[in-house]
């Protein structure tokens, strides 16, 4: 998946499953989608722990149009966080030296939220060996006019990328010849069938190795 300089973008989410971590193994830059609006029902504040159990960062209420980057903590939300990670035995469950660090994050200082979720991301990016630069799009100084796809070109024009890379869920958002008379080369990653869907117990499991090989043997294009 080398030749062209590739460009990945999504939200900034809170410890996504494996499949997510395949479009930073196949790109060459991962762009954090933080000047977007914030989905409430999404994954930027979650974390699935088992099926239909969900690890939820302690929020402040905000309007309804705010915009990730912008995204505060509650009152008390340490205490309010740490209850909830004791739910799901963390951090007690880390053992492995590896982990540590992202032990650490989760019961660390809150500061920006946008910060916390992005440090997550790395340290896990870090973990799997990961190499991909990461950076905003909040930092690109995008025209904030721009919407949808159009929005996604100009980040992928500003970073120099030749090629623009999305989970299989996004081929109802975008228009190949779009992309093609910007000249970039649009494609997709196969749907994700790996056997992580639950990124946290899995770091904590000491499945490392196998996580690795997970994301980098189902990282395949979609025809």
Known sequence: MTGKRTIAVMQPYFFPYAG???????????????????????????????????????????????????????????????????????????????????????????DDVTDFLEEGLRLTAGALELKADIVRSSSLGIDPGLRGQARVIGIVQALGGQRYINASGGRSLYAADNFRQAGIDLRF???????????????????????????????????
């Open 189 to 223: 990653l196969v749907p994700y069938a790996g056997r992580f869907p639950h990124i946290l117990p899995a770091l904590f499991g000491n499945d490392l190795a196998d996580l690795r090989d997970d994301i980098q043997n189902t990282c395949q294009w979609a025809p």
């Open 20 to 110: 997510y971590f395949r479009l930073m193994a196949a790109s060459d830059i991962f762009v954090l989608f933080d000047d977007v609006q914030f989905p409430r029902r999404g994954r930027v504040h979650r974390c699935e722990m088992t099926a239909g159990h969900w690890l939820t960062l302690p929020l402040a209420p905000m309007p309804f149009d705010t915009l990730i980057k912008d995204l505060r903590w509650a009152d008390d939300a340490r205490t309010t966080l740490d209850k909830r990670l004791a739910v799901f035995d963390l951090p007690g469950r880390v053992t492995a030296p590896a982990m540590e660090p992202i032990g650490s994050h989760l019961t660390g200082s809150l």
